[in-house]
């Protein structure tokens, strides 16, 4: 056997380590050529035991494979020239080998799961399938979400186109004016204030009787809506209105106002658009007012919605031209589903804004007293449109329409969904025109009607706004329905009382409550005594601003002209028009 020499060791006794120079130790060493080193050969370290690779939060106690105390890829002292190159230097590469090869422990066992985080600090990005992969995925979902976003930025820039277009203010602000105050309508919702049942002073006017059979329609056998061109309609405010100033100079009430006008500041916090109501303190009283050619006036249709409409005012679907459409649709209807045979109920006094002989609607004018407080009353004028007898009980009704447009903007079609899912298409009318279904019900709750028809009344095609058809009627008693669309009386009666008791504190004079365009409050402007005086123009509209229908019969212009007029507070007569 070959022997083998280990040479002499010399032993040193007073420590570690070769003796002092004096003892020879082998110099073959010294004759090694020197060759340089770049940084990337990874000398100087065998192994550095000092990383804390166990105890980093998050981490699990056990060892990850790649976090090996041999492994610098991380290491800045030696910062690689070449990523590619490097990867040749990983010690223990497990990821790689789990997807090449198929290992047979679970794939969930969490030591044996590649965890990106743990390895982010110190592997080098490694280019081969797992990472290109990744990279593919990442592309794909950030194209994902720049679509997204680019989809909902056209959103929300058709919001603000809408904007330019809706929400508008109601009234011109005036630089002159003074701003006294804004009240956030987050305010309003913790109102609460219960009226007592308030009397009635007086009645006015004539009613007709209901008819019936419009209760059985169905979109099987719908029924065109008719026009009538020479019933007068009254959108007479407060202070004009003859019955008031009489109440008023007979002391009866200190607060006096309109379902109209009530209903708005009541239903406020369900409200998109503007609107504004004008206050005037005279002496102790005060006198809650719309102006001539008011927002109140036409019903606002599909203000609640996440839908924008189109915000060209040519278009038949813009936000104005369906508003007066909506607000000609409420007038027919409540006069074509009553019997026309002459029968009226007439009442304590004849409709008071009407001159002998001409036809005025079927509407029955209720003035009523509510007690706010011990010195404060407030009476109002409600209206109810119609009469209906059963078992020679007379009740009160409301009568309203709900107009479609285009499914298109619903999403749900009437005239397929009305008979077997009437629940669905009420809800979406909810959703999306909250503020005027609140609105109607506060009003068929201050006039007291015993029952609210509304009507479901759908264009006969999407794009002619002139002719269109009813295709169902339904009766709610207004308690019941306040329930269902939570509207809560005491809150509503919360909103007006605060909102009396803030103008009672101001000084006489003249103000104006505007509903903010963009926010959801209101404020309170102080304005000159002469303020909205000369707003009423007699002449009809310039002939560009008429809602005009794609050519129509002879009567389309005068119809247009008609339902635009109606927006002024003078008697609103197509046949005028």
Not at 141 to 146: C, L, N
Not at 266 to 285: E, F, H, L, T
Not at 328 to 354: C, H, M, T
Request: proline share 6%; charged share 30%; net charge negative.
């Amino acid at each position: 056997m070959v022997g083998f020499d280990l040479g002499s060791v010399p032993f040193n006794s007073d420590g570690w380590g070769p003796l002092d120079s004096s003892v020879s130790v082998p110099n073959q060493i010294s004759n090694a050529p020197f060759a340089p080193f770049s940084r990337s050969d990874k000398l100087g370290r065998i192994a550095d035991w000092t990383r804390s690779l166990s105890n980093r939060p998050g981490s699990n106690s056990k060892q990850n494979p790649t976090d090996s105390a041999f492994d610098f890829s991380g290491d800045d002292s030696f910062a690689t020239l070449n990523a590619d190159e490097d990867s040749s230097f990983r010690l223990v590469d497990t990821a790689a080998k789990s997807h090449h090869h198929g290992q047979h422990r679970p794939k969930f066992n969490p030591r044996w799961r590649f965890n990106p985080h743990n390895n982010r600090s110190q592997l080098p990005q490694r280019r081969d399938e797992e990472v290109e992969a990744k990279k593919r995925e990442q592309e794909k979902e950030r194209a994902r979400r720049d679509r997204l976003y680019n989809l909902n930025r056209s959103g929300t820039n058709a919001g603000q186109r809408r904007e330019s277009a809706v929400f508008k203010s109601s009234v011109d602000i005036q630089p002159e004016w003074n701003m006294l105050d804004q009240i956030p309508f987050s305010t309003f919702s913790k109102l609460s204030f219960s009226v007592p049942e308030p009397e009635d002073l007086l009645i006015c006017g004539g009613l007709e009787f209901y008819d019936r059979s419009y209760d059985r329609i169905t979109p099987k056998n719908e029924r065109r809506l008719e026009r009538f061109k020479n019933r007068n309609f009254f959108k007479i405010t407060t202070t004009d209105d003859p019955v008031i100033r009489r109440l008023a100079n007979e002391d009866k009430a200190t607060v006096f106002a309109t379902d109209t006008i009530l209903s708005t500041l009541m239903c406020a916090p369900r409200s998109v658009y503007s609107w504004d109501i004008v206050v005037q303190r005279v002496g102790n009283k005060l006198f809650f007012d719309k102006r001539d050619g008011s927002q109140l006036d036409l019903l606002s249709v599909h203000e609640t919605s996440q839908e924008p409409l189109p915000d060209v005012k040519d278009d038949i679907n813009s936000a104005y031209s369906l508003s007066v459409e909506a607000a000609y649709i409420n007038q027919n209807f409540s006069q074509q589903v009553l019997i026309r045979d002459g029968k009226k109920l007439s009442y304590d006094e004849p409709n008071p804004f009407a001159t002998e002989g001409e036809e005025v609607a079927s509407v029955g004018y209720r003035y009523r007293r509510w007690k706010l407080d011990d010195d404060t009353y407030l009476v109002a004028r409600c209206e109810v449109q119609s009469v209906a007898e059963v078992n020679n009980q007379r009740s009160f009704l409301t009568l309203n329409a709900l107009n479609e447009f285009d499914p298109k903007y619903s999403g749900v079609d009437w005239r397929q969904k009305l008979e077997t899912q009437r629940g669905a298409v009420l809800a979406t009318e909810l959703k999306n025109n909250a503020n005027k279904l609140a609105k109607w019900t506060a009003q068929a709750l201050l006039a007291n009607a015993d029952m609210m028809k509304l009507g479901y009344v759908s264009r006969v095609h999407p794009r002619d706004h002139f002719n269109h058809v009813i295709l169902a009627v339904v009766g709610y008693k207004p308690k019941d329905f306040a329930t269902q669309i939570n509207l809560n009386t005491s809150n509503m009666w919360g909103i007006v009382k605060s909102i009396v008791d803030l103008c009672m504190k101001l000084n006489e004079g003249k103000y104006v409550l505007v509903k903010d365009p963009t926010k959801p409050q209101v404020r309170i402007y102080e304005v000159p005594p002469d303020a909205f005086e000369n707003d009423y123009v007699e002449e009809p509209l310039p002939e560009d601003e008429q809602v005009q229908p794609p050519t129509e019969d002879a009567q389309g212009p005068a119809e247009a002209n008609g339902a635009a007029n109606e927006a002024e507070e003078k008697e609103t007569s197509t046949e005028a028009a």
